[in-house]
């Protein structure tokens, strides 16, 4: 009963994460489009900085935005909160039942670094924390009077956490620690900024008092991040799906190469809202950054070294790695034997109809490895997975050699020549 109940916990917490992300990001990229649209008109309410008429579902809205607050407060006001907050705490959720009950596949790699999966949590946590409190230092730097100057030292900031992420984690754990590092501050500029400023500006008018433009201000500019923070946080998270970007060794240079994509992608949009010329230079960026993260994709990983199995009291709790297969030599054909002992004593403790790691009820995505019939079917999946790049077998627990890797290698290159 345990295992159904634990995967049934994974599946709604994936939902309730994708829903309210959903809310956030929606009313997030709306409001920000209905700020950047607003005009200026002769006969708006005083303290009102602009306005725009929308249509939709069937009726016309008239938005009116006040530069600071109105002169009277009125009775319902919605607060936009809970959709940041909810997606957070979701999100969160996950990770802990997913990464961090899973740390020894999911989390780590003991070809990374020898972390404990005890200590890999802790650290995840902590950089959760730190990564808020050094960003929110930042914006109140002098640096903070200047966007452009802000937003570079931001950028530079977490590029460096992204390469000290990949020498902590696996490729997997470091992409997902790095979408919930960006997540964890963009929710923190929620929580701590933007709703407490807004706060301030209701309490000011309450007790007849003239809000400090500077509250404002300071929301916005947060809620500015956010909304250019939103399209890489999307791309980090659904990451930990594909091993093209999770498993290369140069996945922190594709997390630079994202914020920038995401960046420019929002930068256009919002330009767009504004009525500014059209920065069409954007989407050749944008191109120019996926292109090289699909190059970084096809270099090859670097070659695996021996893991010193009793350097870690948790390495030596993993089950004994099977006798391994001996190499062949380039020149000889692959006997399609030998690929099967491979895949069936390296793969098919995950991938069988009854798994034997602890904590996998099934086989991962229904990919089933414990037969030939079945090997033969997902060749071109174990050449992705296994060759291409390094993502299988997660921090390598089976202990799969690089004279392995080749043989798989050159099999899946033309599986119809293996000699039986």
């Keep these: 009963m345990e295992p159904i109940i634990w995967e049934w916990i994974n599946l709604v917490a994936r939902w309730v994460h994708v829903i309210t992300a959903i809310a956030w990001i929606g009313s997030s990229f709306y409001f920000v489009a209905l700020d950047l649209s607003l005009k200026k008109r002769e006969d708006l309410p005083k303290g009102a900085g602009g306005e725009a008429w929308q249509i939709h579902g069937g009726g016309f809205y008239n938005m009116v935005k006040y530069l600071v607050a109105p002169d009277r407060l009125p009775k319902e006001l919605t607060w936009f909160k809970w959709e940041a907050y909810s997606t957070w705490i979701s999100g969160f959720f996950l990770l802990c039942v997913l990464y961090y009950r899973g740390a020894d596949l999911f989390l780590i790699d003991p070809q990374v670094s020898m972390f404990s999966p005890k200590e890999a949590i802790a650290i995840s946590v902590v950089s959760l924390a730190l990564g808020w409190l050094a960003y929110d230092l930042l914006c109140k730097s002098p640096l903070g009077e200047s966007d452009v100057k802000l937003a570079a030292a931001g950028f530079v900031v977490l590029v460096a956490a992204a390469y000290g992420f990949a020498q902590v984690f696996s490729g997997r754990g470091a992409m997902l620690q790095m979408g919930a590092l960006i997540g964890t501050m963009m929710v923190a500029n929620v929580f701590f900024l933007i709703i407490p400023n807004q706060r301030k500006v209701v309490d000011a008018l309450i007790a007849g008092q003239t809000p400090d433009p500077k ?8 809620s500015l991040h956010n909304n250019y923070l939103t399209l ?19 996945a922190w240079v594709m997390t630079a190469l994202v914020l920038v994509m995401g ?25 120019a950054c996926m292109a090289a993260i699909i190059w970084l994709s096809t270099l090859p990983p670097p070659r695996e070294h021996e893991v010193a199995t009793a350097t870690k009291p948790w390495i030596d709790a993993l089950p004994e790695a099977p006798v391994q297969v001996a190499a062949v030599a380039d020149s000889k054909p692959v006997s399609f034997a030998q690929v099967t002992d491979v895949v069936v004593s390296r793969c098919s403790m995950c991938h069988s109809t009854m798994p034997g790691w602890e904590g996998i009820n099934e086989a991962p995505r229904g990919v089933l490895l414990d037969s030939p019939e079945e090997i033969r079917r997902h060749a071109s999946l174990i050449r ?34 293996a000699v039986q």
Excluded: C
């Design 215 to 222: 509250l404002g201000r300071q929301a916005k500019q947060r």
């Design 232 to 250: 890489p946080v999307l791309f980090l998270m659904l990451s930990n799906h594909y091993p093209l970007a999770f498993g290369s060794h140069w």
């Design 263 to 287: 960046g420019v992608i929002r930068h256009f949009f919002n330009a767009r809202h504004a009525g500014k010329p059209t920065p069409w230079w954007s989407w050749g960026v944008a191109a």
């Design 384 to 417: 992705l997975q296994a060759v291409l790049t390094h993502a299988m077998p997660p921090a390598n627990v089976s202990q799969i050699t690089p004279e392995e890797r080749d043989l798989l290698g050159r099999w899946t290159a033309d599986p119809d020549q």
